[in-house]
C-alpha cells in the first residue's frame, strides 16, 4: 500500500510528466507549429491544460460548430460522393452531435478485426488495461490501422471537421465498458476545441442486454466540462489525482440530472458503426447478461495542425 501511493505520488509530480516527455520528445513535434500559431509560450515537453489557454484567442472551431447554415453546410455537400443517407445526416451533426452508419463494414471485416485481437493477445502483443480495454492494438497491427485509416470513414470524418484527420488511438472491448456518463474531451483534447472526433464500430450484433453503448444526442452543444469545472485539484507542482476523475462523474451525472437531453441506446449489427462529436456525451449501458460479450472497437482521431493533450492529466498527446 505505501508502494502504491508512493508510485501515485510519482505520478502526480510535473516534473515526473517533463522527465517522460523529454525521453520522448520526437512524439511531441506535432504541436510545434500550432503551440507557435496559437501564440503559447510553453516548451513541448511541460504539462498542459486548459489555463494555459487563458488570454489567447479561442480559435478557429470546426466549421459546423459555427453559426454554419443548413443551405451551407448542404452545398458542401454536393461535392462530395457520400450516400444519401450519410449526407442527410451530415445535415444534422449540428443539431445531434452524431451520425449512424448502416452496415458500414462488413461482417467479415468485424471478423477479420476480432480474429487480430486474439491473436494479439495470445501472442501478448497487447493486454487488457484499465480493466477491459485492449489499447493501442493499432500499433501492433497493420490491419486493424488500415481499417481505422480507411478513406471511406476518414473522408466522413474530415469533411465534418474541416480538416484532415489521423487516428490517435483505438479501444478495443470483448465486454462492454459499463463506463459513466462523460465526454472525450476531458480525456483527448484539442485547442482549439473540438478537433477530435470517434468512432465505435460494432463487431458483432448488439442488444440491451450486453451493456450497449448510450448517448445524449444534443449533448455536444453544452459547455465543454474542462478541469476548472470540478475539483480535479493539483497545484503548481502537481496534477490532480486520478481518484478525482469521479468528481468529474459527479459533474457529468449533475449536468445530464438538470438537462432535457434524452439518453439513446445504441444497439447495433455486426459492423454498424456510431461517429459522434468531440463535446457528446455518452457511456456504457448497464450489462444484464453476465455470459455475454459486447465485441467492439472505438478509434478516435485528432485533426491534424491543432494542439493536441489530455486535459485530465495536463499532459501533451504522445503520436
Known amino acids: 500500500m505505501a508502494d502504491n501511493k508512493l508510485v501515485d505520488f510519482l505520478r502526480s509530480l510535473k516534473v515526473t510528466y517533463s522527465a517522460y516527455n523529454l525521453l520522448h520528445s520526437s512524439q511531441l513535434a506535432h504541436n510545434k507549429a500550432p503551440y507557435k500559431n496559437a ?10 491544460s486548459s489555463k494555459d489557454f487563458k488570454g489567447l484567442p479561442v480559435g478557429d472551431i470546426p466549421w459546423m460548430d459555427k ?8 452545398q458542401k455537400l454536393r461535392s462530395t460522393n457520400f450516400t444519401d443517407d450519410v449526407k442527410e445526416q451530415i445535415l444534422a451533426w449540428k443539431e445531434n452531435g452524431y451520425l449512424v452508419l448502416k452496415n458500414f463494414f462488413a461482417p467479415q471485416v468485424a471478423n477479420s478485426i476480432n480474429k487480430e485481437i486474439e491473436d494479439l493477445l495470445a501472442d501478448k502483443k497487447v493486454e487488457f488495461t484499465l480493466g477491459n480495454k485492449v489499447m493501442f492494438a493499432n500499433k501492433q497491427s497493420k490491419l486493424i490501422q488500415g481499417i481505422a485509416t480507411q478513406k471511406s470513414i476518414t473522408d466522413i470524418l474530415s469533411f465534418i471537421l474541416g480538416r484532415e484527420v489521423v487516428p490517435f488511438q483505438t479501444i478495443n472491448f470483448i465486454t462492454g465498458s459499463q463506463q459513466h456518463a462523460h465526454s472525450d474531451s476531458i480525456h483527448m483534447t484539442t485547442y482549439p476545441l473540438g478537433y477530435l472526433i470517434a468512432i465505435w464500430v460494432a463487431l458483432e450484433d448488439i442488444d440491451e442486454t450486453n451493456g450497449p453503448l448510450s448517448y445524449y444526442p444534443g449533448s455536444h452543444k453544452l459547455p465543454y466540462i474542462l478541469n476548472h469545472d470540478y475539483e480535479r485539484g493539483g497545484n503548481a507542482l502537481t496534477v490532480g489525482a486520478d481518484s478525482n476523475y469521479l468528481k468529474y462523474e459527479e459533474k457529468i451525472g449533475e449536468v445530464v440530472r438538470t438537462t432535457n437531453f434524452t439518453k439513446k441506446i445504441f444497439t447495433a449489427k455486426k459492423g454498424d458503426v456510431l461517429v459522434w462529436h468531440a463535446n457528446l456525451i455518452h457511456g456504457g449501458e448497464k450489462i444484464t447478461n453476465p455470459n455475454s460479450t459486447r465485441k467492439s472497437m472505438v478509434v478516435h482521431y485528432f485533426a491534424k495542425d491543432v494542439i493536441k493533450y489530455h486535459e485530465i492529466t495536463e499532459r501533451p498527446a504522445l503520436l
Open 39 to 48: 501564440g503559447l509560450r510553453k516548451a513541448l515537453f511541460q504539462s498542459i
Open 67 to 74: 453559426d454554419v447554415s443548413f443551405e451551407e453546410v448542404k
